[in-house]
């Protein structure tokens, strides 16, 4: 046995990793239903230029990252995005999902949707806070 210093992974040694604490989590938590699932905005030629990626586990929806191109911005294209991965959450029996930003993203844009901040990391990166929030989604009357 030995302890290899500090250094990126081989991908066959990060999966090594990932298998083994699923595997830990799972004997205790059952069967982790996982699933990845993007939304993207693409020009009348296929080229993305805006899309928000998640993942779905442990029964919640964790929104991984939005972006939409800046020549887009500011024409509701991310209120959509958010509510096209809302309703699918939805279809998927999925109501709480998480999400980070930080300060120079788009905070006010996730507390408009209804998103409540339950943690933050200040100088994460350095000079900024970084913002963790969640949303509990709720069926359409």
């Known amino acids: 046995m ?22 830990f989590n799972e004997s205790i938590t059952g069967t982790v239903h996982r699933e990845k699932v993007a939304t993207f905005i693409k020009d009348d030629t296929g080229v993305v230029i805006g899309g928000i990626l998640g993942e779905i586990n442990w029964h919640w929806l964790h929104i991984q990252g939005l972006w939409v191109d800046k020549s887009m911005s500011g024409q509701g294209w991310g ?3 958010m509510e096209s991965l809302e309703c699918y959450a939805m279809t998927r029996g999925i109501t709480n999902i998480r999400l980070e930003t ?5 905070l006010d ?33």
Do not use: C, V
Not at 11 to 22: I, M, P, Q, S, T
Not at 102 to 106: G, K, L, M, P
């Open 102 to 106: 930080t300060a120079f993203q788009a």
């Open 79 to 81: 209120s959509q995005l």
């Open 109 to 141: 844009f996730y507390l408009k949707l209804g998103y409540s901040i339950f943690g933050k990391l200040p100088d994460m990166p350095k000079g900024y806070t970084s913002y963790f929030l969640q949303k509990q989604l709720k069926a359409k009357e």
């Open 2 to 23: 030995k302890l290899t210093t500090p250094q990126p992974p081989k991908e066959h040694e990060f999966e090594a990793l990932k298998l083994g604490l699923n595997g």
